[in-house]
T-cell receptor
Framework: DAGITQSPRYKITETGRQVTLMCHQT?????MFWYRQDLGHGLRLIYY???????DKGEVPDGYVVSRSKTENFPLTLESATRSQTSVYFC??????????FGSGTRLTVV | GQSLEQPSEVTAVEGAIVQINCTYQ??????LSWYQQHDGGAPTFLSY????GLEETGRFSSFLSRSDSYGYLLLQELQMKDSASYFC????????????FGDGTTLTVKP
């Protein structure tokens, strides 16, 4: 039962670079989400998707782009990384009981 | 806007009972979830309440009062491994699964 796989686990990138964070689910859950978590804070929703080719903005979407061409994949792209995007990024899928299963996270540092 | 309030820190001793409260002000309410997150790890789903009352799952119980916009997580027979951050989250849309998270409560269990 692999669940949600995120890659890479750690990433250091330079300001202005484009970087893509990958997320893959082994199920076929419809809803998938990207959250960011900054030190000592809760999770803030960046983007979510209700199904393949259906995505919508969350609370903090600026500077991010998502796509979902296949149900199982939901990549998040930072178009031009900024230091304020240094964070831990979690991908999640929603199961039948409205609970989320999260991936292990990607720790992104923008220098 | 969405607003969830939780205490930032709670300390208790092993074997004791602790209650973590969550009050919310959201534009829509369709359910309250609780998540546990250990340092460096991903959040894991604990419980979901859509209706008023108490839900029990082993040592953990979750309560909801929609009229008071309030819920709590009750942890019994505390163990050292329960030291973690606990987040409440409100599902604020009837069909979309997206949730707004609180900033979390850090629980420290002492021997």
């Amino acid at each position: 039962d692999a669940g949600i796989t995120q890659s890479p686990r750690y990433k250091i990138t330079e300001t202005g670079r484009q970087v893509t964070l990958m997320c893959h689910q082994t199920w076929s859950h419809s809803y998938m989400f990207w959250y960011r978590q900054d030190l000592g804070h809760g999770l803030r929703l960046i983007y979510y998707s209700a199904a393949a080719d259906i995505t919508d903005k969350g609370e903090v979407p600026d500077g991010y782009v998502v796509s979902r061409s296949k149900t199982e994949n939901f990549p998040l792209t930072l178009e031009s990384a900024t230091r304020s995007q240094t964070s831990v990024y979690f991908c999640a899928a929603q199961g039948i009981n409205y609970g989320y299963t999260f991936g292990s996270g990607t720790r992104l540092t923008v220098v | 806007g969405q607003s969830l309030e939780q205490p930032s820190e709670v300390t208790a001793v092993e074997g004791a009972i602790v209650q973590i409260n969550c009050t919310y002000q959201t534009s829509g309410f369709y359910g309250l979830s609780w998540y546990q997150q250990h340092d460096g790890g991903a959040p894991t789903f604990l419980s979901y309440n859509a209706l008023d009352g108490l839900e029990e799952t082993g040592r953990f119980s979750s309560f909801l009062s929609r009229s008071d916009s309030y819920g709590y997580l009750l942890l019994q027979e505390l163990q050292m491994k329960d030291s973690a951050s606990y987040f409440c989250a409100v599902r604020d849309h009837p069909s979309a699964g997206k949730s707004t998270f609180g900033d979390g409560t850090t629980l420290t269990v002492k021997p």
